[in-house]
């Protein structure tokens, strides 16, 4: 397999990037700057990126962020919500159709560098919040991008049914660099320990009995 990942800088993807590692795989990290609430991630990415010892580029189009609006992610002037996934608020954190528009970015560059193979992290936590995390969508959207050359390309989701308690202990197992993954949707100095991914990536660490190396604001 030679597998493009579409890399945020997060937990999730991060273990992803660890997971194809351990299998032997062909691995190449693609971020991509679409205007999001701040760069944090992206700088996360890079550190993380050598750490793994694996080829990283950043796609940048920031003019994406208000083509995109609507979301606190790209709209400053939408507020952040705080609390737990679970809660309605959060679905202001949804950026519209972005998991297509971005696989649909990296399935040029793998194209391009001849992958075979996109890989994204998407797991069962993000399915009642974001509709491009659904097993639905990713089906659909590995159809269309098989259908969009003449040579095939897979759609790689191998968390799509993992808590993130589950991804917690997969990346301990795998040795994954937790302690440089970006989760904070407000990007400041340290996570702010209250949106809705610090809450969740605290809960995580709490289920999976895994000592939680994140530095907290509200700590």
């Known amino acids: 397999m030679k597998a493009l990942v579409l890399f945020s800088g997060g937990l999730d993807s991060t273990v992803l990037a660890a997971q194809l590692l351990a299998d032997g795989a062909e691995t190449r990290l693609l971020s991509i700057d679409y205007g999001q609430r701040h760069a944090k991630e992206l700088q996360q990415a890079e550190k993380i990126a050598d750490a793994l010892g694996l080829p990283h580029r950043i796609l940048r189009l920031p003019d994406l962020g208000p083509l995109l609006g609507g979301s606190s992610l790209t709209d400053d002037q939408v507020e952040l919500p705080e609390g737990h996934y679970a809660e309605e608020s959060m679905k202001a954190t949804v950026v519209p159709n972005r998991n297509m528009i971005l696989l649909a970015l990296a399935g040029g560059h793998a194209l391009f560098i001849g992958f075979d193979t996109i890989a994204y992290a998407a797991h069962a936590g993000d399915h009642t ?26 759609l790689h989701r191998p968390f799509v049914n993992f808590s993130k308690e589950e991804l917690v202990r997969k990346g301990n197992e795998l040795g994954a660099p937790l302690e440089l993954t ?28 895994i000592e939680d190396p994140t530095e907290y604001e509200d700590d």
């Open 129 to 154: 919040i974001y509709p491009d995390c659904r097993p639905e969508f990713a089906d659909a959207m590995e159809k269309a991008l098989g259908l969009a050359d003449w040579q095939n390309l897979n």
């Open 182 to 209: 970006w989760s904070c949707y407000a990007g400041r100095e340290k996570h702010c320990g209250k949106c809705g991914t610090c809450v969740e990536r605290k809960e995580a660490f709490a289920l999976a009995k």
